[in-house]
């Protein structure tokens, strides 16, 4: 009888998800110390930039210098093709930092030399290095009024992005207007833009990091995020009797899209944020709220985490991923012209909404950067 006896394994082997945020140049540096001093769990935190100066002031445990001999630590003088050149120098050390990680954010002010130029250059060594991570870049747009050679430098590095990263999350700088006022310093308004950068990425690596009732774990969002195309990213926050309501209503709409814009996504991943008081009933409503407005035959996925510094607050993180190109040029055009008063300055915001860009269709020499066929394409003409 007791050689028949089942035998159980108790001695389970598993390990966590390694999530990993690059801050490339100025820009993604400064959102990465937004992130630092946000205390965010289970993430490694990297630094990368060509200059030295900025490297010190980083509060990144780690960092690195790239283009060393090609900058000497000086910069690059916002020529995004220097900033490649740097990345491209150090590509050995990048591979190392890269080459562990499950989940890898790239996150870059675009416009400028070295977040635009070397930010893909980094996507690009991820997937090389290790074709099954998921690799998602945030990114922002910079402010209209930085000038047209900013805006096309950007323009460049967002395509550039595309081409390496699974999705690509685009903020544009000039919605950040419409959560200031006119005595809003312009400190103020940078660290705003950092800040969209630092809840992006938060939304997305609490879903799997922080412990709660019902986990996400990292293959969820793989399944919703990996070559998803099109897709957005929703936070939403309240407080009171309906908060719950409130907060999907949040997360869900967007004065740059239409109002039902998840009808058209193929996956979409929730996550409930708030104090272990949250009731079963505000789940249930909150997710019955969103699924009405979804897609029937979407994949939905939710997951709950425990944060007990928020008190009566409870946030809600959706994302949407598999919308067509064409329906989201649509919706934002419509949702922009939306998003302005009668002067046409921007309205106040009630909840953030991202927009994910996909990667870009094949046909043209990626090996090069997109500044770099550009510029051959003038001296042909």
């Known amino acids: ?68 001999s090609l900058t000497k630590g000086l910069g690059v003088g916002g020529d ?21 990680a499950d989940l890898l954010f790239v996150t870059a002010g675009m416009g400028g030399g070295t977040g635009t130029g070397a930010a893909p250059v980094v996507a690009r060594t991820a997937k090389e290095s290790n074709p099954n991570a998921l690799v998602i870049g945030v990114v922002t747009r910079p402010f209209g009024f ?19 990263a699974d999705c690509l999350l685009v903020i544009p700088n000039d919605h950040i207007l419409s959560e200031v006022n006119r005595t809003t310093s312009t400190e103020e308004g940078y660290r705003l833009a950092d800040d ?44 009171g009797p309906q908060r719950h309501i409130d ?45 009405k407005n979804a897609n029937p035959e979407a994949l939905i996925k939710y997951g709950q985490a425990f944060d007990d510094t928020l008190g009566d607050e409870l946030k809600i993180t959706v994302i949407a991923t598999g919308f067509t190109a064409k329906r989201n040029d649509l919706a934002g055009e419509l949702g ?26 094949s046909g043209e020499d990626f090996d090069k950067p997109a500044y770099l066929r550009r510029d051959k394409t003038r001296r042909l003409q």
């Open 1 to 68: 009888m007791s050689e028949n006896r089942i035998r159980y394994n108790n001695d389970f082997r598993d390990r966590e998800a390694v999530i990993k945020v690059i801050g490339v140049g100025g820009g993604g540096g400064n959102a990465v110390n937004r992130m630092v001093d946000a205390d965010i769990r289970l993430v490694e935190f990297v630094a990368v930039n060509t200059d030295a100066q900025d490297l010190r002031r980083s509060k990144a445990p780690n960092r690195i210098q790239i283009g060393e």
């Open 80 to 100: 995004p093709a220097k900033g490649a050149a740097a990345a491209t120098e150090s590509v050995e050390l990048l591979r190392e930092a890269v080459a562990d």
């Open 146 to 164: 930085e000038g047209r050679t900013r805006a096309e430098q950007a323009q460049a590095g967002i395509h550039e992005m595309r081409s390496h």
């Open 196 to 239: 969209v950068l630092r809840q992006a990425i938060q939304g997305i690596s609490d879903v799997i990091t922080r412990a709660g009732a019902i986990n996400v774990d990292f293959m969820d969002v793989r399944r919703i995020m990996s070559k998803s195309g099109e897709a957005l990213i929703g936070i939403g926050s309240a407080s």
């Open 247 to 291: 907060a999907a209503k949040k997360a869900i709409h967007s004065p740059m899209l239409e109002s039902a814009v998840i009808d058209g996504a193929k996956g979409i991943l929730v996550n409930f944020t708030a104090s272990r008081a949250i009731m079963m009933v505000e789940v249930h409503e909150a997710m019955e709220y969103i699924s």
């Open 336 to 361: 922009r012209r939306r998003a302005l008063d009668r002067t046409g300055r921007p309205r106040r915001l009630d909840g953030e909404a991202l927009r994910l860009e996909p990667a870009a269709p």
